[in-house]
């Protein structure tokens, strides 16, 4: 893993890296005292002056490393942009009287909004030009578009500074001209009532940046007229808000890590309470959504892995009157279901493949057909119940995004569109594979692979780059990107390994990868790269890792365990300094978290995560190359978690490769906004793992 630069070019050890200066500061729980030197890093305002500078320091090291690559790195961004169609559009959605229809031309980065009376588009008008809504920011994000149920005004959420604080604004279609209402430091979505002067929305808390309280507002009015309709009290919740699918009820979602409530209103008469529909009862959870005279539960009362029932209103309150549509079983994880008058349609996971169900409501149900060994699909949008299709979204790792409607009587699949990939790309150059990996306690993980087959023999000489996450019972299926082609045309296998703390295994694959259980994340992640070296994936010393937000948590806890495995690590906005964070109520989030890694003002909690968390775990001995990216204006993980990590990693290690750290002084979690600005990103990480290989 040593760090040797070609001929006639600097030695990483001719340019100086920031070393930080040390503030001692004594953090004492549960009588255990750690010693914090780079405490002083945390800027809530991010304006300390010392720093900015070291943030600054950091950035001008990072490009002075990188400059002997720049061209390298250009060539990437260049790949990846030129295989983006420069002109594209959505497939069009029909709502209410129009149909819908976003669309990116030239060298723009953000979309214009159009809608039209036909599907052919031959009358279409313009909504929104995002374009013009962003060109005096460096960072914009629209949060949520939503018409007016007379099809009259529009309501758009706007963040320019990433932290997730939106202003919602309202455009009049009539006139094409905004109305003066606007509503500041909110959670950017927004419902309408049905007299289309109604809206509800979520404000923030603007220290914890949690959505805590609901408001109604009415058109023409300010905002400091808004009523006060809800305020939770519990901050482990998240405050969410939505319509049913017959448009009656509007909702408020209450949702904890572990637990749910919602509450409903009737959307003709929002000047009403709104009602708790079915009581949070600690553990469960459960999606409630209503069409005519029921309401439809995914609910895991009783059943892990979950169910579908159905009540009347007032039915709900009694569990066993439900009527149980889809039983619970033990090895299949129900994910979600779509409702349309005709049919329901359930999404369904089993030894880790999506698949989708339709049933009618007497009985019957077939699944819908894909053709790949493994993929990534998701339900559209399907905004109307009265629809003879239902929409779904597919992609392989072989296989561009594509989007099909399936009509529910038959299960036809007709395309709509598939993503066009400019250059030479054609599928058949690339093969796909899923393993299932053997770990140390027996489990076996899966695990989906790609590389093009020209370039792969199976003999353990190819550059493996393996990606993970592991964490909320989040699930990345295999997914078609068409930036991994760079990397892949080059000769690396591309892997992405479904661990622990996923739900691709059901409800207990994440439960076994939470809490106390955490390390088995990390624990699967390195077994199945030493399994992948083992069957002759990847060569022993070209193996790559990358992981963010938690993520990036992986990858600090996997190279305090086993840092000889990776040449190069990519550790981005990196949850890191986990025990610090989640003794801090007053960071985002905190209290929100507490169901998923524990609460440490308890003190076997406290020593669980005291165990694995990065920062605490720094060792003086020799870890991989790695770099860090973060966005200063994160809200989910603050920018001080990478800062100080690197800080005490240049401290305590003891090899001589490469430890960079950039930070986007615009951005926030997700990083760079644009559909070219974020390639930067990518063909900065890109360039530093095969320029380590040319080492």
């Not at 408020?252 to 309470?273: C, F, K, N, R, V």
């Not at 989906?448 to 370039?455: A, C, G, M, Q, T």
């Amino acid at each position: 893993m040593k760090n040797q630069f070609k001929k006639g070019q600097s030695s990483v050890t001719d340019i100086q890296a920031p070393i930080a200066k040390k503030i001692s500061k004594v953090l004492t729980h549960h009588g255990h005292e750690r010693i914090d030197n780079y405490y002083w890093m945390r800027d809530d305002e991010r304006q300390n002056e010392q720093v900015l500078a070291h943030l600054h320091a950091e950035n001008a090291y990072c490009n002075a490393v990188m400059e002997p690559h720049q061209s390298l790195q250009s060539t990437l961004f260049e790949e990846m942009k030129g295989r983006i169609v420069k002109d594209d559009s959505s497939v069009p959605v029909k709502i209410r009287n129009y149909w819908y229809v976003s669309e990116v031309s030239g060298d723009d980065e953000y979309a214009r909004h159009y809608r039209a009376s036909t599907e052919d588009l031959q009358d279409k008008t313009l909504l929104l030009d995002v374009n013009e809504l962003a060109k005096h920011y460096e960072y914009y994000d629209i949060g949520g578009l939503e018409v007016s149920p007379n099809e009259q005004l529009i309501a758009y959420s706007e963040d320019t500074d990433s932290r997730r604080i939106y202003t919602i604004k309202f455009l009049d279609l009539t006139t094409n001209t905004l109305i003066d209402d606007v509503l500041e430091n909110t959670e950017g979505d927004l419902v309408w009532a049905n007299d289309n002067k109604t809206v509800f929305y979520v404000k923030k808390d603007l220290q914890t940046l949690l959505g805590f309280q609901v408001y109604r507002h009415v058109i023409g009015t300010p905002q400091s007229d808004d009523v006060l309709v809800y305020e939770e009290q519990d901050s482990q919740f998240f405050v969410g808000l939505g319509k049913s699918r017959d448009d009656s009820e509007i909702f408020i979602y209450l949702a904890a890590t572990e637990t749910s409530e919602q509450l409903g209103l009737d959307a003709d008469h929002p000047e009403g309470d709104f009602t708790v529909l079915l009581p949070r009862e600690i553990g469960h959870e459960y999606s409630l959504d209503k069409l005519g005279e029921y309401y439809y539960l995914l609910t895991n009362k009783q059943a892990q892995n979950f169910r579908i029932v159905r009540a009347s209103k007032a039915q709900l309150a009694h569990s066993d009157e439900w009527q149980e549509l889809v039983a619970h079983r033990e090895h299949v994880l129900l994910e979600g279901v779509e409702l349309f008058n005709s049919h329901f349609v359930t999404t369904e996971r089993e030894l880790g493949q999506i698949r989708f169900v339709v049933h009618d409501y007497h009985g019957q149900s077939y699944h819908l057909s894909f053709d790949d060994v493994c993929y990534s699909a998701s339900v559209g949008q399907n905004p109307e119940p009265t629809a003879d299709n239902i929409r779904i979204h597919y992609s392989s790792m072989t296989t561009p995004s594509s989007v099909y409607d399936f009509d529910l009587r038959t299960g036809k699949k007709t395309l709509k569109k598939q993503q066009q990939v400019l250059g030479d790309f054609k599928p058949e150059h690339y093969h796909s594979e899923r393993l299932h990996i053997a770990v140390r306690d027996g489990q076996h993980v899966p695990v989906s692979l790609v590389y093009r087959k020209d370039k792969f023999n199976k003999d353990g000489t190819n550059p493996l780059l393996q990606y993970g996450y592991g964490s909320y019972g989040y699930t990345i299926d295999p997914y078609f990107s068409s930036n991994t082609l760079s990397l892949l045309d080059r000769g690396f296998v591309y892997v992405i390994a479904h661990i622990r703390g996923s739900a691709m295994l059901g409800r207990q694959w994440y439960e076994q990868g939470k809490k106390s259980y955490k390390e088995n994340t990390f624990n699967d992640f390195v077994d199945v790269t030493k399994a992948l070296v083992e069957q002759g994936y990847g060569a022993k010393e070209k193996v790559f890792a990358s992981g963010g937000s938690a993520g990036g948590l992986l990858m600090g806890a996997v190279v305090n365990q086993a840092p000889e495995l990776y040449l190069g690590i990519g550790c981005h906005v990196p949850f890191l300094d986990v025990l610090t964070t989640m003794l801090d109520e007053t960071i985002p989030l905190t209290t929100n978290e507490y169901d998923e890694w524990g609460n440490p003002n308890e003190q076997q909690t406290y020593e669980t995560i005291l165990a694995y968390s990065p920062y605490d775990n720094i060792e003086e001995k020799a870890y991989p190359n790695i770099l860090v990216t973060t966005g200063l204006h994160d809200s989910q993980v603050q920018y001080w978690e990478p800062m100080k990590w690197v800080a005490k990693l240049r401290e305590h290690k003891t090899d001589k490769n490469l430890l960079i750290f950039k930070t986007d002084m615009d951005a926030g979690h997700g990083g760079a906004s644009g559909r070219f600005k974020a390639l930067h990103e990518k063909a900065l990480e890109m360039a530093f793992f095969i320029s380590l290989l040319d080492n």
